[in-house]
């Protein structure tokens, strides 16, 4: 059973930046991709961002130019760099993860903008 732990998550005021961690028990240089949602009160899941295992990197609109993801490969560790943080991107994020079949999610870890 692979698992996936995240941190990072806290209070910024809007403006900010916070980087989320997420920390797999298993080797990521090979995984089929490796993505970050985010889930919003009363919200469905959305994906914010992924990297496949090609390093191809995708964004979901709403943070395309604010959001980076990337990966560390020796700390089998997928980063999600967040700067100019607003306060719609209040959500618990949730790490995600493939090898080949299975899917595995982590626990999340929740991020509040607030002034």
């Known amino acids: 059973q692979v698992q996936l732990v995240e941190s990072g998550g806290g209070l910024v005021q809007p403006g900010g930046s916070l980087r989320l961690s997420c920390v797999a028990s298993r080797s990521i240089s090979n995984s089929s991709a490796m993505r970050w949602y985010r889930q919003a009160p009363g919200k469905p899941r959305e994906l914010v961002a992924l990297v496949t295992s090609g390093g191809v990197t995708n964004y979901g609109d709403s943070v395309k130019g604010r959001f980076t993801i990337s990966t560390d490969n020796a700390k089998n560790t997928v980063y999600l760099q967040m700067n100019s943080l607003k306060p719609e991107d209040t959500a618990v994020y949730y790490c995600?993860?493939?090898?080949?079949?299975?899917?595995?999610w982590g626990q999340g870890t929740q991020v509040t903008v607030s002034s």
């Open positions: 995600w993860a493939r090898w080949g079949g299975p899917i595995y």
